[in-house]
């Protein structure tokens, strides 16, 4: 299997950006809620990108492409970055409905880990699926992930109210405090 490879979008991919997103926009809204037509549109996706990387900038959010042979295959995401005193982000992805059960997501759950766990110098990261979606609670347990808690009807989709698991990991040694990394953005 080739590997996976993590990049920060920019400008240059609002096309296949956009382009995959439309293409797994039903198998995207399997999992979750429509968004709206709006982020249809290239100016819409343009704009994500640029507020990703301001985001990144000021050491909020972290977005990277997941891409396999060049090819973009999914999406993969640190949010709500706290530091100094919890140093620790939210980890998210989806991938392409193609791009499912031929371990992609766990290779890119692994390599977001080094960056956040190296050069982000996070400490923790958490993660939250819907109790509906046990492929990624499975991918987040092989990459380390350990179920802290569970809350029930805890979001709405598709008008029906679903539980979710709560998961996290931390990196390997002590707990440290870490200023904002230089060069954050990656």
């Not at 990049?7 to 995959?20: G, K």
């Not at 960056?115 to 819907?130: I, S, T």
């Amino acid at each position: 299997m080739s590997e996976i490879q993590l990049r920060p979008p920019t400008l240059d991919d609002v096309d296949e950006l956009l382009a995959f997103e439309l293409a797994n926009r039903a198998f995207f809204e399997r999992w979750i809620n429509a968004r709206a037509p709006a982020f249809y549109q290239p100016d819409a996706v343009a704009d994500s990108i640029l507020a990703l990387q301001q985001a990144a900038l000021a050491d909020r959010a972290y977005g990277y492409l997941i891409l396999h042979d060049g090819t973009l295959v999914g999406r993969i995401n640190l949010t709500s970055v706290e530091r100094p005193y919890f140093n620790r982000a939210t980890l998210g992805y989806r991938l392409a409905e193609q791009a499912c059960g031929r371990g992609w997501a766990s290779a890119a759950v692994a390599r977001l880990q080094q960056l956040a766990f190296g050069p982000l110098g996070l400490w923790r990261l958490e993660a939250h699926v819907g109790q509906h979606n046990p492929a990624s609670r499975a991918v987040l347990l092989r990459n380390g992930f350990a179920l802290y808690g569970q809350s029930e009807q805890s979001f709405c989709l598709h008008g029906q109210w679903h539980g979710m698991w709560h998961l996290a990991c931390q990196a390997a040694g002590e707990p440290r405090l870490a200023a904002t990394p230089a060069g954050a953005a990656l």
